[in-house]
């Protein structure tokens, strides 16, 4: 009983928080909305079906390395890589994967950027950056 009136009483350190620039802030909208759509697409699925989404979503909400990846925002992105993509949509969205470290072990891993287009949620591309 001591030792929990102890932790309780114990001052919680703060976690840092770090202020977005206006691109990152733009950036993360944008990824919280793709999640949103994505969840509201998940609930219309049967039960089975209903976590298909659920590690793109994970990959999604890892915000820092999403910023990470791509710190000046998805114009960047677009003018750098979007001729690979056919029909590329100024509304689609770009989100950036990188495989499992087991996988660069067993050298079948990649790195690079989903297209998700816009209206029908559906992958366009993945533009691979890196693979081995």
Known sequence: MKELNKTLTQKQTPQPFRSFTKTEYNRVVRLLELVGRLNERQRTYQVEHRKKFEGLIKNILDIPKQLAACPSGEAVLKRKLGGRVPNLHSKD?????????????????????????????KSKEFVVIKMN
């Open 93 to 121: 969205y770009w989100v950036y994967f990188k495989s499992p470290p087991g996988s660069w072990q067993h050298n079948c891993g990649r790195e690079g950027w989903f297209i998700i287009d816009h209206e029908t949620l």
